[in-house]
Structure formats: structure tokens, C-alpha cells
Nanobody
């Protein structure tokens, strides 16, 4: 299964943006889809995750209340709705797939998309 992330761009602080991650094949009920991000000069970090069969979600504290992860099972797509964006949200955002929930360790993920750049200006 290939993951294709899209929707990144340049926005001003306080604005919103929605990222999409489309899977080329089926995402099974046992799978868990997540978003990570990597800011310039920093390690990649966990952002949000959703369990495919139950739609349970879990967020990093830094985005809780501002970001929402959701899915469209029929289209094998996961979304990240980002609101009240801050300059510190600037990063390349990656979608990834695992079997564990909630899993924040990137080495537990076996499938990654190519990343989409989000830039938030102040």
C-alpha cells in the first residue's frame, strides 16, 4: 500500500488547512493511521492517530484542541484538519500506518507517505 499525502501550503498564523492522505490499497479495520511532522532541524514527532475500525483518536498535547484527525473509509483516506495554526506548526507532515493504538513511536510504523510541507507565517 502506498500513502500519498497532500494539502500542504503557506498560510498565516490563525488560519486553517486540511491535509489528506490517500492509500493506494485497502486500509483494513485492524490498521491505525497517523500523522507525524518534522520541523526544520528537529526530529520527527507524533501529531495524531486514528483507529480505523473504531475511529478512536489520540493527539499530541501540542495540537490537542486545534487539530482533528478523521477518515473516509470508502475512499481509504485520512485527513488532518488543522485550525488556529501557529508558526511552530511549520513542518513537513507525514502520514503513516501501524497496527498499534495509540502508537507515538515512529519505529512502530511500517508504511509512510512522502510528506507535505506546511508553512505558517507570523
Amino acid at each position: 500500500v502506498q500513502l500519498q499525502a497532500s494539502g500542504g501550503g503557506l498560510v498565516q498564523a490563525g488560519e486553517s488547512l486540511r491535509l489528506s492522505c490517500s492509500a493506494s490499497g485497502r486500509i483494513y479495520s485492524s490498521h491505525v493511521m497517523s500523522w507525524f511532522r518534522q520541523a526544520p532541524g528537529k526530529d520527527r514527532e507524533f501529531v495524531a492517530t486514528i483507529r480505523w475500525n473504531s475511529e478512536r483518536t489520540y493527539y499530541a498535547d501540542s495540537v490537542k484542541g486545534r487539530f482533528t484527525i478523521s477518515k473516509n473509509g470508502a475512499e481509504n483516506t485520512v485527513y488532518l484538519q488543522m485550525s488556529a495554526l501557529k508558526p511552530e506548526d511549520t513542518a513537513v507532515y507525514y502520514c503513516a500506518r501501524t497496527n498499534d493504538f495509540p502508537e507515538t513511536r515512529e519505529n512502530r510504523y511500517f508504511n509512510w507517505g512522502q510528506g507535505t510541507l506546511v508553512t505558517v507565517s507570523s
